[in-house]
């Protein structure tokens, strides 16, 4: 007994080490990605499972961690989703660097407290097609998976990609000079390059193209690189159709099909929190627009007719804002990340039509959490490029930009032709020291907001002998979790699931009134709802109340 | 035991076929003389008259497949949830050119598994090409240009269950938590008398408010306010099997094939019977794939029933991320309102606006997502009980018509939870279906619609093709493109989004120099293509348009003009 112990510990300390220490090192590619997960299943089998759930088109798995105790799928679950724009790779380390975290502490009371209330499914990357072009020959930010697309609609597929023309092997920027172009340098920081504003009296002299050669010659240039679908857009709420990068139709891609075919068969998730370019945790959500019907009534609606009605009926059960209960819960959650990670100022986000974090809460009706997790600060007005050069020179980051160089161009044939600009990924991700610590405050973050899960009990759980061994039994359902036991905007999605109450008799009882299966409506946290039945005889009861995605409570009363 | 070769069997089986095929078409000669538009000396003999099951479809398909080679490819799209293949027979004359460079023009049926009549219509349109096919003109020259793919049944799994089981739901059979209550399919309707109906139940009560009808018993009349009725109606067939006080609340199934497409999709709680997202179904993925490797097809047909109507697009108002052009309305109009008279009692509506909305419908993902032109019908109308709209009793039809064959006379037994119930009413055979002796009738006349829609898809011809010695030795070859059809070979939404390349027209032969447009003849007006002159693209060419075009050509003496376009067909003249 005494030695088996010893030697598990050993083999911990043994194994944790090298996973760990190389965790904060550098970037991990999906080599390393792969390393790192079966390492942790293998430390911890026990306490976490991983699964390839699917290919990415371009051949790569596509995983998920389970981590948890007991039942897993049967108690109230939180997803994380890393990397769902490619170019965030900062996700990977923050999905593996929560998940070791996690496991380290797993014997900590508080931890094994909240392992046994609540199971994490952690996706350190739903993208990986494009996350791995950060570890390419060529870096360049990239969002798509590997399915060729023809981009740019000519009917020839990635024929016009990004070439690396000074050999740096990063993809930065052209400049030629153009009497006629319509950028100049910033008032900033001159190496950086602005559009002119006629209105200020500013005239161009620049054109700027990305790095590369217009290999289809149609004066675009690099628009048809290899690849791909977005998983960020290619959800499907507030779908942009024939939108770039948006795929043949919502949820058309192995990625995007994977991961929702995952949580749409966990009933149990609750939550999600994802690494990506939408934050909703410093500023307040917004719905991402809504491509509404109405707005769009064109001909067919010059003679309405008999079914014209319906339209207006239907659209208005779409959801495009934020309701108000889940409003409360997501400022308590944002407040938290801004006491626990100490971020300040709100980072540049984009609202991709199609995006992950707007789809988890408007069509798959979970709380839905986002976060780019590291940003530099940019002031009001100011050229968030000028800001970060000012910004990686106060932090000494290094060599972030490459200095504008003259070059011989064949598409600028006698024309002055420079390339140079801030090298990609470093505005969207950290310097790799920072990583560490990013961990460390995010991981505070999810479990401290993790253990505000619904949680039901029953409470007040009273028999009152009405004579002739005839009761009444009355009990409250109580949520004691701070998060409502489903969001508003998912009490009527058929993806989530309805709380049931039910109740089981000995022989000898008779249920005079009151049902024996009955639904229990949504529960804001800390609310309860009131059931009673009026039994006959004796023996005993058995009360259950609950869901997979609020847990169980259950009671077991003796009439005697 | 004689022990023989597979390969044996099946030579001996062919040529026994063979043999029956000729001694039946011998008898034919001997029996029977053709009426008019319909085939009579049949190679597979069908009755039209009656359904198929799954099996009797396949049957149907791989004996046109095995009797027509020239003119049938069958082949599986894929499988449905339960695995059965989803069959598409692709008919054009393979003689007269890759079937795949042809305009399509696509049928389906049966995307509701209680709407079964579409297979059988699509399965007529089949059938009546390849039999027709040596014996019309019209039919032979139709599939010298065009290629029908046609999927009788869409959903094979319910459809089964139709025939074999009882009433399926109007979706496929993947099971479904419809009252979310963590458990799936486990409180659907009971077939309590074994009948393989969903009938309704009445009982007796105190508080009746209904009494049968003295003039046909068998009809159930409400009693005027304030009277006593001897019946109360309790809902169709079935019990409370999960105890949750509700009854037939999760069935199997229970979701809607036909709002799980990928164009205005909408979730379940906007668009009810959604699923996950697009392309949720197996059945609707195989056909995704497969419709996408066929940018061909023009034109589609989606069979649903009923209630007679010719159905178009939008199914929401202004069309989602694109609505229906001006250009674009007319012609669907004009092809509607001619299917109005082919196939008398059906109007032609559109669906958001006269019918209801629909997010995620087949209809706009054929339109919108892949630029075709598309219609369904909503197959049988009360109308064709007496070819007379005032006059559409069911019970009086079944009565003097059907011999009450399509009713369930009330029978009596023990409800669980009800106690004494009647059980009865009219059959899932009639209300939404053609009793067999109007099947053929609909199925003709549809068929017909169908084989119009298709005539009507482009049909591109070159014409004025001249060649003219210019200075310098150089030559100017001018041609003429006309689409001879209604149909354009780009829908509006097709050019706005490039779904498909435009027409390419290519001068072959000598150096081309330069090529261009003739914008206006007379003015001697063009639009030059500096890019690839050689190959001129055509954004569009409409109904009846026609598009002059000119190059200078350097060297040679004989030019071949080929014309090609992804859903207008291909065609190429050599000029000397």
């Known amino acids: 007994m005494k030695s088996t112990k010893s030697r598990s510990i050993l083999s911990v300390i043994v194994l944790i080490l090298p996973v760990f220490l190389n965790a904060q090192v550098q970037y991990s590619n999906y080599k390393t990605l792969i390393q790192r997960i079966d390492a942790m299943a293998k430390q911890y089998p026990d306490l976490c499972k991983a699964s390839a759930i699917g290919k990415t088109e371009g051949g790569k798995d596509i995983m998920v961690l389970t981590i948890g105790t007991g039942e897993r799928d049967n108690k109230p679950g939180i997803a994380l989703a890393a990397c769902t724009d490619g170019s965030y790779i900062l996700g990977r380390e923050l999905a593996l660097g929560f998940a070791g975290s996690l496991l380290r502490d797993a014997s900590s009371p508080e931890i094994k407290t909240l392992l046994e209330k609540v199971t994490f499914y952690i996706f350190p990357d739903v993208n990986p097609d494009a996350t791995e072009q950060y570890f390419q020959n060529i870096r360049y930010e990239r969002s798509t998976n590997a399915r060729p697309v023809d981009e740019d609609r000519d009917f020839s597929t990635d024929e016009d990609p990004f070439e690396d023309i000074n050999g740096d092997g990063v993809i930065t920027l052209l400049r030629v000079s153009d009497s006629s172009g319509a950028y100049t340098e910033s008032s900033e920081d001159k190496r950086i390059m602005v559009p002119a504003d006629l209105s200020k009296g500013e005239k161009g002299t620049y054109s700027i193209y990305t790095e590369g050669i217009d290999n289809d010659k149609d004066g675009k240039f690099n628009e048809d690189g290899p690849g791909g679908i977005s998983f960020n857009r290619n959800m499907t709420y507030n779908y942009e159709e024939f939108g770039a990068n948006a795929g043949l139709h919502p949820v058309s891609e192995p990625e995007s099909k994977a991961v929702m075919d995952f949580l749409f068969g966990h009933y149990n998730i609750y939550a999600t929190l994802s690494f990506g370019p939408q934050d909703n945790l410093t500023q307040a959500s917004r719905g991402g627009g809504d491509r509404g019907a109405q707005g769009q009534a064109q001909q067919a609606a010059s003679q309405p007719g008999p079914g014209a009605g319906q339209t207006g009926r239907m659209g208005e059960r779409r959801i495009s804002s934020v309701m108000r209960s889940d409003e409360t819960v997501i400022r308590l959650v944002g407040e938290k990340y801004r006491e626990i990670t100490g971020v300040k100022g709100s980072p540049q986000t984009k609202s991709d039509p199609g995006n992950f974090a707007d789809w988890s809460y408007f069509h798959y009706g979970r709380y839905s959490f986002s976060t780019p997790a590291w940003w530099y600060p940019v002031e009001r007005d100011k050229n968030a490029e000028a800001a970060f050069l000012k910004f990686a020179e106060e932090n000494k980051l290094g060599d972030v930009f490459v200095p504008w160089t003259v070059i011989e161009h064949p598409d600028f044939p006698g024309k002055k032709t420079e390339v140079g600009g801030i090298k990609p990924f470093l505005m969207i991700n950290p310097p790799t020291e920072k990583i560490e610590e990013l961990v460390a405050s995010n991981y505070k973050f999810i479990t401290v907001v993790a253990a505000m899960h619904p949680e039901l009990e029953l409470i007040d759980v009273e028999t009152e002998n009405k004579g002739e061994k005839i009761y009444r039994l009355t009990l409250k359902v109580h949520n004691k979790g701070l998060f409502a036991t489903c969001t508003e905007a998912g009490q009527n999605n058929i993806f989530t699931r309805l709380m049931r109450l039910s109740i089981e008799t000995d022989k000898g009882l008779t249920i005079l009134s009151g049902q024996k299966v009955q639904r229990i409506p949504r529960l804001e946290g800390n609310k309860t709802a009131e059931y009673s039945w009026l039994l006959m005889g004796k023996g005993n009861v058995t009360v259950t109340a609950g869901a997979v995605n609020t847990g169980f409570a259950s009671s077991t009363i003796v009439l005697k | 035991m004689i022990i023989m070769k597979k390969s044996t069997l099946n030579i001996l089986l062919s040529a026994s076929f063979v043999l029956i095929t000729f001694a039946l078409k011998a008898q034919q000669d001997e029996f029977f003389f053709k009426a008019a538009g319909t085939p009579a000396n049949l190679k597979v003999d069908v009755s039209w008259n009656r359904y198929y099951t799954y099996a009797g479809i396949t049957d149907i398909l791989k004996k046109l497949a095995s009797a027509y080679p020239d003119l049938v490819t069958l082949e599986s799209m894929g499988k449905s949830y339960q695995g059965k293949d989803i069959w598409v027979a692709t008919i054009s004359n393979k003689k007269a050119g890759n079937p795949d460079h042809k305009p399509g023009f696509w049928i389906d049926g049966n995307i509701h598994s209680i709407e079964i009549q579409g297979s059988e219509m699509a399965l007529y349109t089949a059938w009546y090409l390849c039999e027709m096919f040596d014996e019309n003109k019209f039919i032979s020259e139709l599939l010298n240009d065009k290629t029908f793919y046609i999927a009788p049944t869409i959903n094979p799994d319910a459809r089964d269950y139709f025939a074999h089981v009882g009433v399926p739901p109007r979706s496929g059979l993947m099971p479904m938590d419809n009252d979310r209550d963590g458990l799936f399919d486990e409180d659907g309707p009971d077939d309590?008398?074994?009948?393989?109906?969903?009938?309704?139940?009445?009982?007796?009560?105190?508080?009746?408010?209904?009494?049968?009808?003295?003039?046909?018993?068998?009809?159930?009349?409400?009693?005027?306010?304030?009277?006593?009725?001897?019946?109360?109606?309790?809902?169709?067939?079935?019990?409370?099997?999960?105890?949750?006080?509700?009854?037939?609340?999760?069935?199997?199934?229970?979701?809607?094939?036909?709002?799980?497409?990928?164009?205005?999709?909408?979730?379940?709680?906007?668009?009810?019977?959604?699923?996950?997202?697009?392309?949720?179904?197996?059945?609707?993925?195989?056909?995704?794939?497969?419709?996408?490797?066929?940018?061909?097809?023009?034109?589609?047909?989606?069979?649903?029933?009923?209630?007679?109507?010719?159905?178009?697009?939008?199914?929401?108002?202004?069309?989602?991320?694109?609505?229906?052009s001006r250009q674009d309305d007319v012609v669907i109009n004009e092809i509607g309102r001619t299917g109005e008279k082919m196939i008398p009692g059906y109007k032609l509506l559109t669906i958001w606006k006269d019918m209801y909305t629909v997010y995620g419908g087949e209809l706009d993902w054929w339109h919108g997502a892949m630029g075709c032109f598309v219609f369904s019908n909503e197959l049988w109308n009360p109308y064709l009980m007496f070819y007379d709209t005032a006059s559409t009793d069911q019970y009086e039809f079944d009565r003097l018509l059907l011999f009450e064959d399509s009713f369930i006379p009330w029978q009596k037994i023990n409800h669980p939870v009800y106690g004494e119930v009647e059980i009865g009413g009219f059959s899932k055979m009639i209300g939404r279906l053609h009793p067999g002796f109007l099947l053929e009738t609909d199925a003709h006349r549809n068929a017909a619609f169908c084989i119009y829609n298709a005539y009507q898809s482009p049909k591109l011809e070159v014409s004025n093709v001249s060649v003219r010695k210019i200075e310098g030795g150089l030559k100017e070859v001018s041609a003429r493109v006309t689409n001879t059809r209604m149909l354009p070979t780009h829908s509006a939404t097709n050019m706005r989004y490039k779904i498909d390349p435009p027409v390419y027209v290519s001068l072959e032969g000598g150096n081309v120099l330069a090529g261009m447009i003739i914008t206006d003849k007379d003015r001697n007006l063009t639009r030059e293509q500096e890019k690839n002159p050689g190959r001129m693209e055509i954004s569009n060419l409409a109904g009846y348009q026609s598009v002059d075009l000119k190059w200078i050509v350097k060297g040679d003496a004989r030019y071949t003009i080929r014309v090609e376009s992804v859903k207008g067909g291909r065609c190429t003249v050599v000029a000397e």
């Open chain 2, 192 to 324: 309590m008398n074994k009948d393989k109906n969903i009938s309704q139940m009445r009982r007796k009560s105190a508080d009746g408010t209904l009494n049968p009808d003295p003039e046909d018993p068998r009809r159930m009349i409400r009693v005027e306010q304030g009277r006593k009725g001897e019946y109360e109606m309790i809902g169709s067939e079935g019990i409370d099997n999960d105890g949750d006080g509700q009854v037939n609340e999760d069935g199997i199934g229970g979701y809607d094939g036909n709002r799980d497409w990928g164009f205005n999709w909408e979730p379940n709680f906007v668009q009810s019977g959604a699923h996950k997202y697009p392309f949720s179904q197996p059945e609707n993925q195989a056909i995704r794939d497969f419709v996408v490797k066929h940018s061909n097809i023009t034109g589609a047909q989606s069979f649903h029933n009923s209630g007679g109507m010719i159905l178009r697009g939008p199914s929401i108002q202004g069309g989602g991320a694109e609505s229906y």
